[in-house]
């Protein structure tokens, strides 16, 4: 698998779960024998709701909700048989949303 590339997109909501998710991937490639760029953290996605607080009138009281996504970006260069079956076998929190590219 020379001169190819696995690129691991990481998102949740919790900036804890993600890092040490990070972490994991990024020991058990090196461990495996690969070249490991990143965790690189990517810019974090921030939604904003103003709901009315009363079902009828009242415009002036508002209450804010916010949804922070946070994303880090793992690039495995030259990954062996090997780094791919460890991967493969890693078990990582449920708060966690992996996209691979290869």
């Known amino acids: 698998m020379k001169g190819q590339r696995i690129r691991i997109k ?3 909501f919790d900036y804890r779960v993600i890092d040490q998710s990070a972490s994991e991937i990024v020991e058990t490639a ?12 990517l810019p974090t ?5 103003s709901v009315n607080r ?5 415009k002036k009281s508002m209450e804010q909700f916010e949804s ?3 994303k880090r970006l ?10 791919v079956d460890e991967l493969k076998k890693l078990n990582l ?3 966690v949303d992996i996209t691979i590219n290869v």
Not at 45 to 49: F, G, T
């Open 54 to 58: 009363s079902p009828h009138v009242d």
């Open 10 to 12: 990481l998102q949740g």
């Open 30 to 41: 090196k461990r495996s024998g690969a070249r490991v760029s990143g965790p690189i953290p």
């Open 93 to 95: 929190p449920s708060g």
């Open 68 to 70: 922070r996504t946070h």
């Open 45 to 49: 996605h921030i939604v904003k709701l």
């Open 74 to 83: 793992i690039d495995i260069l030259e990954p062996t048989a090997q780094t």
